[in-house]
């Protein structure tokens, strides 16, 4: 009885500390402002394709790009190891930004130049906003 007990507790348990499976509940438009650039825009869309999620990011800075618009970068690869999203941009604009979902849904990390890899500036994202203004 006692080795039935221990089995059924080894399989119940069988995913404990592994890491957490990608959430749908991410899915869509993610954005916060950039620290300390206060009108700086980071905005990331999660997309579900199957069992797998993956992002793409945009920055936008009304008074920092030429073309008009703000936009520093678009479509740059993100990437999810679900909680943990990580961004690395080199040309035109060196940035990263590296983050943890929590469980009251945001998404804390922080941001830096390219070189800094996410160890510079706190930053918030929430659900919400416009993917690059559109």
């Known amino acids: 009885m006692k080795s039935i007990l221990i089995l059924v507790l080894l399989i119940a348990c069988g ?3 592994a890491k957490l499976a990608p959430s749908s509940s991410i899915v869509g438009d993610w954005s916060g402002r950039v ?10 869309r999660f997309i ?10 945009c920055y936008q800075d ?7 618009k703000g936009i520093l970068f678009r479509d740059a690869p993100v990437s999810v190891d679900y909680p943990n999203v990580s961004l690395s941009v080199g040309s035109p604009a060196s940035f990263s930004f590296s983050g943890r979902f929590q469980p009251n849904g945001e998404l804390k990390g922080s ?6 890899r996410g160890s510079g500036y706190p930053m918030t994202l929430g659900r919400g906003g416009n993917y690059c203004g559109l």
Not at 62 to 68: I, K, N, S, V
């Open 62 to 68: 009304p008074e920092g790009a030429a073309d008009g």
């Open 35 to 44: 620290a300390p650039l206060h009108f700086a825009h980071l905005s990331i």
């Open 48 to 57: 579900q394709q199957g069992s797998e999620i993956t992002g793409i990011a």
């Open 15 to 17: 995913g404990c500390g």
């Open 111 to 116: 941001s830096g130049n390219g070189n800094s």
